[in-house]
């Protein structure tokens, strides 16, 4: 940790900060520049207030030299961290492609849906019981029928699936009904109650970047569900939100490359969320793909427009097929499988 | 709602949306333009699916013309609302002012601070008991025991008291040890679960803004509280994330007459979140009251750096007597009294 | 064009918008719905100002129902435009990588470059010889000497050159100098006396994207030069500013999908400004050609640490010809050719 | 400047770093921590380049400790300047609006809107001769012409003027037409060859901060105007691009007391650009000149509505007249004039 003083700071207010750090347990090693006065903190800044010596007199700002995560860093795991989900491996040679509808709705919508996602070639299973919705007079999801819809749908194609858990309380359900991968949506990204509960689990779980988390707060929420004792943890970029009004939000590419190099976790990006109209989604998709990501989140319905939550941004059977194929190319291109 | 088709769509596009507005329960009114076709569709959009309407063939958008919001709309509701908290009115002709420490520490910093609190002229006070924290390794709050401290210390003085609620689950206790107004923190603003279960109180809720929160889905937030039962809501705008750095989050004044425009209900400013740095509160604060603000959320603490949390961003006592003098000036000056 | 009147609009007003709008040479259409009134204004909305309707009483927004651009949007021109640079095509089937230092610096240092850039396969070279930096104090190019040097550096490898132009009093001089692509630069793309100027000449140019300009704004800055008379027009994304402080800049790879809808004209990537870094480049690159773009601009440099300007973001020679194979794979499984 | 090398960095590469240092002129001083090594580097860093540095093997990040920017830099000039054009001065304990139309229009509309300004108390006069469009197609200003026309209306009031200029070979004209104040546009904020021109005059210049421009890049293209020789710049906050879309831009009012820190010179709110409403303005001005700015720049029209740009964001001469009286007020309460 370095403390920068203010230009014109006084020798009692270098003696403060030293003091202040001493305190801390960290020794200071003081270096007085030309223009500037540096102040070299030595022992784990991990556990030091910043605020509080940035609330110090003569004291200008303070710069971190350690990362803030320690669990999720690729710095304390050099190798890649592969997610196993039943059969399904997360974060491997193997790409995963987990497919399906924004909403869980009937039994025969899923059965559908189920079948589409076998017989595209994709190994895990999406649908949403619970939605979060940006209106209160907005379809909220059929609730925990919706659990039992979509494992029944999967379970005759062998597919492990994947459902948003929005609230706390529902945790038990979830478990019971043997949900095999728990999402935590964009919006419950820094609900750390939240994040604290599903860490005492052992449930795999997808976290969602949040609408304008940067990558470092994403990682540092992951490090809540790591520090609970649960590793299993798969991030999903999904678009964040800019000034950009063409299209819903900016799917951020770069941050696969980014989080690969700062963590040894999986990677997956959700391109339905990010441009929000399904025209868009083959394109995200093979970027994603090409830029590294470890597989993709993507919403299929059996008859897009029917749909009952997102209709426009969802894929039909037919053009989830064309993009497997598609992603299949590109995979082999990169020394990867799908 | 307008529905304005691709520019070279189809008869049989356009009669395919005629059908599925009917099929809604909204009449579609066609109007052939030189380049474009616009469907007009009477009837109320706000149960329709804007989505499955833009997923039609042919459709290049849909623009609402209703407002989604209606409880808290002043379209629904002209004059102001005023939130009443025991004596202390939020959002009449007097400005009020919530200030106090961003975490609950111990009785004696505790009881310093409502003194101060008092002794400046506020008549209601702060405290965090439980706090989102970025790390999962920093001071978390002292939990339950905190919300007896801050009872404790704001009861002799007569202030009632604000703290924030981050888990469902802690509701019952809130309102067990009598807090008065309960906080939903910018990381819960579309934490629907907990706005459901906190609508179901009437309990006067400070709603904070989501850090990349459009006004609207602000006020649709606001739109799940009340649709409780809960109309005691005050927004709390609190700076919000942009591409600058030279400080923390960009104060938005400009929501404060936009949010008096479009809705009815109190809108108050944290000046303390906004920019991060205690030198800048001044400032802030006395843009806020001159831009129209009902009231302000401030961070005092008795020995600022000695905080445990937030240190660089807290005023001193002396500090929020002397702002307290500024704010009275514009207050009067505005025809308003503090 | 759609006016939307505020809910409680009066006749008088209604009237005065219809007035107003046969003042400037349209029709209205006036439709009553329960809660709204809705003018409907048949015409061409391209010459109506939008501002000056927004300021009558009683009006709550106008919503463009038409396409602000003309020259350059697919509406007006179905087939994709292939720019003609001597012997390259761009927009084609083909995908052209555009590669080259940063900076012109010597003529040794542009002759390994030129070199190198042959022999990775790219069939055009970039390089400044006007640096915009966003100190005044930073190395701001060799100047006109610069163009020289580039000149004889690529025409030894039958090398086109593309370099920047930042000042309009430089104009002849590059047209002298046989510059055979323009870049009008990240800071100038809202400079319109210079895409003015552009505009009355044919050279190619490539038209980088604003910081923070959307894709409207982006596709009527094109329209200042294409309006001129100069079609060959290149769009260039290069990341956006976010909140994101992880890398320097975002780049927008839904931006060109995007762009392939709404215009006809070919839209290429720089995958150097957007990360900022070189270990970015190849990952940012290969999702740019999955995407769809129809070329690359990169900076490579013979030795990349030995840079005048952005040493850490250029690629070695032999990470340009890694990063080529690679794209090559891509393209073919997109059909294209590299 | 202190350079933070990766966590398992060899001595070579710290080796590395230092030679290269020696040669840029920078002493190294090198300290190895428990989990890093951090050199920190003794010298003028202003002259360094960083990214050279950051291209180093080993190196994780450069951290500077200095201010890039000197002349405009508080550091360097503790004093505020005050900037006087002709008998007005900007910066002193006196506020200073300067108001007018956004174009220049007729000289009947310019008398017209100059006896407005003059009445309402306001001693400088703003009109757009030449104006930045975002369409080709919108009208782009009235010319050298509205030169004549600003300042035969201005002259008889004795109102100093304010003009845009946005081309560097207009700036002769400008000195000749007696333009008393060069205002440098929103989208010629990094228009460096732009700013090295007006720099080389003694005209004061309000230069307007670029849409996503950090108060870090405003302060250094200040100091390209400075650099020049003329240090009569005054800063002008103008809103700024984000997310949000309930109003146009968002006002930067934290940007006040950040640049009273950080330069000497005087610092303008615009709020008519800001919000984009004419009835948002009053709000905006009131916090801009509670937040400490040193005055506003204020779109005025005598009849707004036949305004020929940007006519739903003009205040009326009675609108200024009575914002005007709620400014005195503040002003006073804050120990300054109007």
Same mark, same amino acid.
């Given at each position: 940790m370095i403390i920068i003083m203010q230009s014109h700071c006084s020798d009692d207010q270098v003696q403060g900060v030293a003091e202040r750090l001493a305190a801390m347990g960290m020794q200071a090693n003081v270096s007085r520049g030309i223009e500037r006065t540096v102040i070299g903190a030595i022992g784990d800044?991990?556990?030091?207030?910043q605020e509080a010596l940035e609330a110090?007199?003569?004291?200008?700002r303070v710069v971190r030299v350690?990362?803030?995560?320690?669990?999720?860093?690729r710095e304390s795991h050099d190798r890649d961290t592969v997610v196993q989900v039943g059969d399904v491996a997360i974060g491997g040679r193997a790409l995963q492609v987990i497919a399906g509808p924004c909403s869980v709705e009937t039994p025969e919508q899923m059965a559908a849906a189920a079948q589409a996602v076998a017989e595209a070639g994709c190994r895990l299973m999406r649908g949403g019981a619970f939605k979060p919705r940006?209106?209160?007079?907005a379809f909220q999801g059929v609730g925990v029928e919706g659990l039992r819809m979509l494992r029944d749908a999967a379970r005759p194609h062998g597919l492990p699936v994947v459902t948003e858990l929005m %609230? @706390?309380?529902?945790l038990d359900t979830f478990l019971e009904y043997g949900v095999d991968v728990i999402q935590i949506g964009t919006r419950n990204m820094q609900n750390f109650d939240l994040l604290k509960e599903v860490g005492r689990t052992h449930v795999p779980v997808i976290l969602k970047r949040g609408l304008s988390a940067t990558v470092s707060e994403w990682l540092m929420a992951a490090e809540y569900i790591a520090a609970?004792?649960?590793?299993?943890i798969i991030f999903c970029e999904r678009g964040v939100r800019t000034f950009?009004?063409?299209?819903?939000?900016?799917? %951020? @590419?770069?941050a696969v490359p980014v989080l690969k190099r700062e963590t040894h976790l999986p990677v997956i990006i959700d391109p339905s969320h990010a441009g929000g109209k399904a025209w868009m989604v083959p394109a995200l998709a093979r970027a994603a793909v090409a830029a590294g990501a470890d597989g993709l989140l993507v919403e299929m319905h059996p008859t897009p427009a029917q749909a009952w939550s997102d209709a426009d941004q969802a894929l039909s059977p037919e053009e989830l097929r064309n993009l497997m194929a598609e992603l299949r190319g590109i995979a082999q291109v990169l020394g990867r499988e799908l």
């Amino acid at each position: 940790m370095i403390i920068i003083m203010q230009s014109h700071c006084s020798d009692d207010q270098v003696q403060g900060v030293a003091e202040r750090l001493a305190a801390m347990g960290m020794q200071a090693n003081v270096s007085r520049g030309i223009e500037r006065t540096v102040i070299g903190a030595i022992g784990d800044e991990r556990v030091v207030d910043q605020e509080a010596l940035e609330a110090l007199p003569g004291v200008e700002r303070v710069v971190r030299v350690m990362k803030p995560y320690k669990i999720v860093a690729r710095e304390s795991h050099d190798r890649d961290t592969v997610v196993q989900v039943g059969d399904v491996a997360i974060g491997g040679r193997a790409l995963q492609v987990i497919a399906g509808p924004c909403s869980v709705e009937t039994p025969e919508q899923m059965a559908a849906a189920a079948q589409a996602v076998a017989e595209a070639g994709c190994r895990l299973m999406r649908g949403g019981a619970f939605k979060p919705r940006t209106s209160p007079y907005a379809f909220q999801g059929v609730g925990v029928e919706g659990l039992r819809m979509l494992r029944d749908a999967a379970r005759p194609h062998g597919l492990p699936v994947v459902t948003e858990l929005m %609230d @706390v309380r529902m945790l038990d359900t979830f478990l019971e009904y043997g949900v095999d991968v728990i999402q935590i949506g964009t919006r419950n990204m820094q609900n750390f109650d939240l994040l604290k509960e599903v860490g005492r689990t052992h449930v795999p779980v997808i976290l969602k970047r949040g609408l304008s988390a940067t990558v470092s707060e994403w990682l540092m929420a992951a490090e809540y569900i790591a520090a609970g004792g649960n590793h299993n943890i798969i991030f999903c970029e999904r678009g964040v939100r800019t000034f950009e009004d063409a299209y819903r939000n900016m799917l %951020d @590419v770069t941050a696969v490359p980014v989080l690969k190099r700062e963590t040894h976790l999986p990677v997956i990006i959700d391109p339905s969320h990010a441009g929000g109209k399904a025209w868009m989604v083959p394109a995200l998709a093979r970027a994603a793909v090409a830029a590294g990501a470890d597989g993709l989140l993507v919403e299929m319905h059996p008859t897009p427009a029917q749909a009952w939550s997102d209709a426009d941004q969802a894929l039909s059977p037919e053009e989830l097929r064309n993009l497997m194929a598609e992603l299949r190319g590109i995979a082999q291109v990169l020394g990867r499988e799908l």
